[in-house]
C-alpha cells in the first residue's frame, strides 16, 4: 500500500473516530441538558402539529397561513418518508465500508471488541428511535 493512501485511509479512520466519540459523547455526557422531544417519534401528524404550533408562535400566522402552511406539511410527507426509505440502503452500504476500513486498521483482539461496540451503538439507536440493526446483520430488530 503506498504511503499516500495509507495517509489518507489513516485521517479517514481518524475522522469518523472523532465524528463516533462526539456521537457517544452527546449521547451520554450532554443527554440529559437536552429536553426530550417525545412529540418528534412515530405518528407524523404530531411533528407536523407540533411543527405547526412552533410557526405559528414565531411567525404569528393567522388561521387563513396556518391553514395553508399545514397542507404543504401534509402534503410533502410521503415525499420526505420515500426518501429517508431510499436513503437507507445508501446509509447502509456507507456505514460497511467504513466498518470494513476500520477493521482493516484494528489488532484481532480490537476487532472483537469493535464488534461489541458496534453492536451497542446499534442497539442505543434502536432504543431511541426506531433505529437499524447493525451493519451486516440481517435482522431489522435490536441485537439484545
Known sequence: ???????????????????????????????????????????????????????????????????????ILVARQPAIQAAFKDLRPRLDAIRTESDEAIKAVLRPEQRTKYADYVAEMAANRHGRRGGMAPVGSDSKEAPK
Do not use: H, Y
Open 1 to 71: 500500500m503506498s504511503p499516500r493512501l495509507l495517509i489518507i485511509l489513516l485521517c479517514a479512520v481518524n475522522l469518523m473516530a472523532g465524528g463516533a466519540a462526539g456521537v457517544w459523547l452527546d449521547r451520554t455526557a450532554f443527554a440529559e441538558k437536552r429536553p426530550q422531544r417525545s412529540w418528534d417519534r412515530g405518528d407524523p401528524s404530531r411533528v407536523i402539529d407540533k411543527r405547526l404550533e412552533d410557526m405559528t408562535a414565531r411567525l404569528e400566522l393567522d388561521g387563513e397561513q396556518a391553514r395553508k402552511i399545514r397542507e
